[in-house]
Each structure stands twice: as C-alpha cells, then as structure tokens.
C-alpha cells in the first residue's frame, strides 16, 4: 500500500506539474496548443522518470499521470465550453507516458543482462 501511495502521488506530480511548466514554455495555457513537441517530450520524460522506482507498476504510473492532469486542468485551467475535448486530447496524448514507461523497462532489462544493475 506504501510503495502504491508513492508511485501514484509522484506520477500525479509529474502530470500537473506538465500543466503547470506549459505556459512557461510553450507560452500556451494548453500545452497540445503549442507548436513545438514540449507536451510530447513532458509525457515521455515523465512516464521514464517515474520507473526509476522499481516498484512501480504501469498501470499506476499511466493513472497517476492522468490523474494528475485532470486535476490540474479542472483546478487551476479557466473552464470553457471545450475542456472536455481538452480533455479527450490529453487522454490520448497521454498515452505518450506509456511509451516512456516502455523504454524506461527496456532500458532496465539491458542493464540486467549485462550485469550492470
């Protein structure tokens, strides 16, 4: 239940903190508005990030991220007529995460055959 706590608080972190660094970075409130590959690269890096805790799971690590954002995007994101499409966006955009989450365990598995970890 301990290392469940853990990895859902800090892959729900990680999804707002997304949000939050968007107009920083992109200059855009909503980062899948942007031009440029920030929203993509946050939920690779994230998703990587959040394996580093070998008792993480998946499936945790994918909620929390949603999670994460949702409560970012329904808190602090000025409501308008077409946050739930906003909604569905980062939905599918989020599934980047899992991606990350991929390479983060085959990046684990080569460290393991060689002996390294």
């Known amino acids: 239940m301990k290392n469940f706590l853990i990895s859902i608080s800090l892959s729900s972190f990680l999804g707002a903190a997304i ?19 920030y929203y993509s690269s946050a939920l690779l890096i994230a998703g990587f990030v959040i394996l580093l805790d070998r008792q993480a799971s998946y499936e945790i ?5 949603i999670l994460g954002q949702a409560l970012y995007m329904f808190s602090f994101m000025p409501v308008d007529s ?10 599918f955009k989020s599934l980047l995460s899992l991606v990350g989450l991929v390479l983060k365990s085959a990046y684990l598995n080569l460290l393991l055959l060689n002996g390294k970890y």
């Open 61 to 65: 690590a994918f909620i929390g991220i």
């Open 82 to 91: 077409l946050m739930g499409i906003g909604f569905v966006i980062m939905a």
């Open 19 to 37: 949000l939050f660094l968007s107009p920083y970075v992109t200059g855009e409130i909503e980062p899948w508005d942007s031009n440029n590959y």
